[in-house]
């Protein structure tokens, strides 16, 4: 297009009418300024003219629109509208510079978008990943692994990662192995931390189906209720779990092991090889072992299980009696004659001159159930079982 024209060459750069009254003439314009409004003249229309063509018009005098159409045209407002990012002049990323995510300059199409998610495992399917270590999986996303032909999965099994890194020192990985299990291994501060079984698909029914070490088995709580050998008396008529019922059975060695250790043969060696025999406690007090002869006078000698036989402690009876060896007279003195203190005049000097006062004498003075063929204190009934 033409450089724009110059001004007329009057004092304000405008045109003026003359005034034939007063003689002042008009604005005078040169030719030099004629053919130069000329020239500007044909060369803003031929530009038009290039426009109103190049929008596939041909110029028609008859027509007033034919400028504003191919305005429309090339703002896209018509049918000539381009249909590409390239036909409005817009620069395309290439595959490589959408799954690098570096480029700030690029349009992305759709089909690019979902190359570049799916280079870091996001596009709803994860990315398939074939060679390498899971150590070195970049960048952050989802991956399928072959388990036999990556290395450092936790188990030989296919799986899903899902990589998940905050900086090159540290982030976590977590793998969901084919079959349910999930596991997890950490990057911390540059140095990996071993794989952990976090979770196992189903509902599970120990605390070792989650990775979980047991403090102490049920073998364990069992035990430390009670050592092997400890005697306890129940209030019911069947040993609990755990327990046996110490009535001098021959049992196993070797299923009682324990037990066994802390008692042996003490209460029996059973057959002698394979068994061995419980306490009988049935029927039987318990007496602290008195291992330094302090209150068992059997003591020291006893040893613990020693059986000691019933005993009445030696005590003395004082039985009063009398001089009377008359046949019909009592044993023992009487009072039968008034004024004296028994049958004959010479019981006097005895130290216990009568033991009743005349009536029958009766030597079982106790309530009955009382009196009977053993010795005992008041007791209760309880079952004497020992620990295995």
């Known amino acids: 297009m033409q450089d724009p024209i110059k001004p007329v060459p009057s004092p304000d750069q405008k045109f003026h009418d003359g005034n034939p009254a007063t003689g002042e003439l008009g604005t005078i314009v040169s030719a030099d300024w004629l053919n130069t409004l000329q020239s500007a003249t044909q060369s803003t229309q031929q530009e038009l003219v290039t426009v109103i063509q190049n929008s596939g018009q041909k110029t028609d005098p008859a027509r007033q629109d034919q400028l504003l159409q191919a305005m429309q045209n090339l703002a896209w407002g018509g049918a000539q509208r381009p249909s590409t990012l ?90 969901s192995a084919w079959g349910g299990a999930t596991y997890e291994q950490r990057l911390e501060n540059g140095n990996w931390q071993p794989w952990i079984r976090l979770l196992k698909s189903g509902q599970q029914s120990t605390m070792a189906d989650y990775g979980i070490v047991d403090g102490a088995t049920l073998a364990q709580l069992k035990a430390a209720t009670a050592f092997a050998g400890a005697v306890l008396h129940f209030a019911m008529p069947n040993a609990p779990d755990g327990w046996l019922k110490a ?132 007791n209760i009934a309880l079952l004497a079982c020992i620990k295995y």
């Open 86 to 175: 390239a036909g409005y002049g817009i620069a395309i990323a290439s595959q490589a510079e959408a799954e690098a995510g570096s480029d700030n300059s690029k349009a992305m199409t759709p089909l690019l978008v979902g190359q570049a998610l799916n280079a870091v495992g996001l596009s709803g399917y994860a990315k398939p990943l074939a060679a390498g270590s899971l150590q070195t999986v970049r960048p952050n996303g989802l991956y399928h692994i072959d388990n036999n032909l990556v290395d450092g999965t936790p188990v030989k099994s296919n799986g899903m990662l899902l990589a998940n890194f905050l900086s090159p020192l540290w982030g976590s990985q977590l793998y």
């Open 247 to 378: 009535n001098g059975a021959a049992v196993s060695r070797s299923q009682y092991a324990a037990l066994f250790a802390a008692i042996g043969s003490t209460y029996g060696a059973g057959d002698g090889s394979t068994t061995f025999n419980l306490p009988d406690l049935r029927g039987e007090f318990i007496r602290g072992w008195d291992d330094i002869g302090k209150t068992d006078p059997d003591s020291p000698k006893r040893k613990v299980g020693d059986r000691q036989a019933q005993q009445t402690a030696t005590h003395k009876h004082v039985i009063p009696w009398g001089e009377n060896i008359a046949v019909n007279a009592t044993a023992f003195g009487g009072t039968n004659n008034v004024g004296r203190m028994g049958s004959v005049a010479n019981d006097y000097d005895n130290r216990w001159y009568y033991s009743n006062d005349g009536s029958d004498f009766d030597g079982v003075l106790n309530p009955p159930d009382t009196i009977g063929s053993e010795t005992r204190p008041r």
